[in-house]
């Protein structure tokens, strides 16, 4: 069966990883989706493609490790051009203090039943030898993995014949209707909202912010680099909401390249590379990765993402639209946890029940509460 032309029971705006695993989901589930693409692309073309279980809340490492159980049954059905890998991440420890949050990371992710294992200086150095001497150790998450976003998105949105996918440019949203460039209003008994930061134009009342974010590729290097590698520092710098920070993360690409971060930044608009902190990024990463300075670079580039104030995406209904849905916020981690994002969304908008709780994710723990007049 294929999606009609005229009717659809699920309109979805926006085609990036988010948009895409909500209506290859919905779809999975028999309702027929029409997904809208500008074509402008955005972070889903723009990030790295780490799939990682994230634990600086309780609401977080639940959908991150909920959504990367889903990502593990999805790889062995993906073609070889989405680039899926199961790297595993190294969180490195820099110091005595850095081991202790290692220390505490792994009790957090043990109980959540997510394996990994702290390991030392020495087996450090013997499964990643071009690291820094001096390292005290890692906490070494197994199950963490890599993948190539953009193709991602086009292979989910391929998988479902019940899919129909359209060059549009989405003008007004409303509960059940949306108003396109053209003149035209389309009409479906849901309309969903994954448009990421390009949703501050259609529903600018809703709390999102650019962090902008630089990233470098090197030339090949085969064999150089085998796991995800992160400081422990780079929490603090993933959910920084002020300010300007670096840390260092280097990803090994199946093509033998390697993808070097991570900055974020809210004080620019600006999509140009800024080489005064492209620069500052680098060097951050060759403290880790000495090496790194002998490499060649053959692109740097910029993205934004759409971050919450609270770090964790709005998924479910609209506070002030009922029947308008929302699937935005991801900032960092909307390729980790697109797959858990369309399942708690699509829980929500049939009323069933949900494999974790919804609650820390509801679009309305933002909500300004209406004004009563006396």
Not at 28 to 39: I, Y
Not at 129 to 139: E, V
Request: some cysteine; glycine content about 10%.
């Amino acid at each position: 069966m294929s999606a009609n032309a005229d009717t659809a029971d699920v309109i979805v705006i926006g085609a990036g990883i988010v948009g895409a695993a909500c209506a290859e989901h919905f779809a999975e589930l028999g309702l027929r989706v029409r997904v809208l693409d500008d074509g402008r692309g955005g972070a889903t073309g723009a990030g790295m493609g780490h799939l990682v279980v994230m634990d600086d809340n309780p609401a977080e490492l639940a959908l991150s490790r909920y959504s990367l159980a889903l990502w593990r049954k999805l790889r062995e059905h993906m073609p070889s051009a989405c680039g899926y890998g199961q790297c595993g991440t190294l969180w490195l420890a820099a110091n005595a203090e850095e081991m202790d949050v290692a220390r505490s990371k792994q009790a957090a992710l043990a109980l959540q039943e997510v394996p990994s294992e702290l390991i030392g200086p020495a087996p450090l150095a013997a499964i990643e030898p071009l690291l820094r001497p001096g390292l005290l150790g890692a906490l070494k998450v197994p199950g963490d993995g890599i993948l190539y976003a953009p193709a991602v998105a086009q292979w989910l949105l391929q998988r479902q014949p019940l899919i129909q996918r359209c060059r549009a440019r989405v003008t007004a949203v409303a509960a059940q209707r949306v108003e396109l460039a053209d003149g035209r209003v389309l009409t479906a008994p849901y309309v969903v909202v994954a448009n990421g930061l390009a949703a501050q134009q259609l529903l600018p009342e809703l709390p999102l912010r650019a962090k902008k974010g630089h990233l470098l590729i090197t030339d090949r290097y085969p064999g150089q680099v085998h796991h995800q590698l992160v400081e422990l520092g780079y929490g603090a710098s993933a959910h920084s909401n002020a300010g300007t920070s670096v840390a260092f993360n280097v990803q090994p690409r199946p093509t033998g390249q390697l993808l070097i971060g991570s900055s974020r930044q809210f004080d620019s608009l600006d999509p140009a590379v800024q080489p005064a902190l492209l620069a500052r990024m680098l060097q951050r990463a060759v403290e880790y990765l000495p090496r790194l300075a002998d490499l060649n670079g053959i692109r740097a580039w910029t993205g934004f993402r759409a971050a919450s104030p609270d770090g964790l995406p709005l998924l479910g209904e609209h506070p002030r639209q009922r029947g308008l849905w929302l699937a935005l916020g991801h900032e960092g981690l909307g390729v980790t946890t697109a797959t858990g994002s369309a399942r708690v969304l699509a829980a929500q908008m049939l009323g069933e029940p949900a494999s974790i709780d919804v609650q820390p994710y509801s679009p309305a723990r933002f909500a300004v509460p209406l004004q009563v007049c006396p």
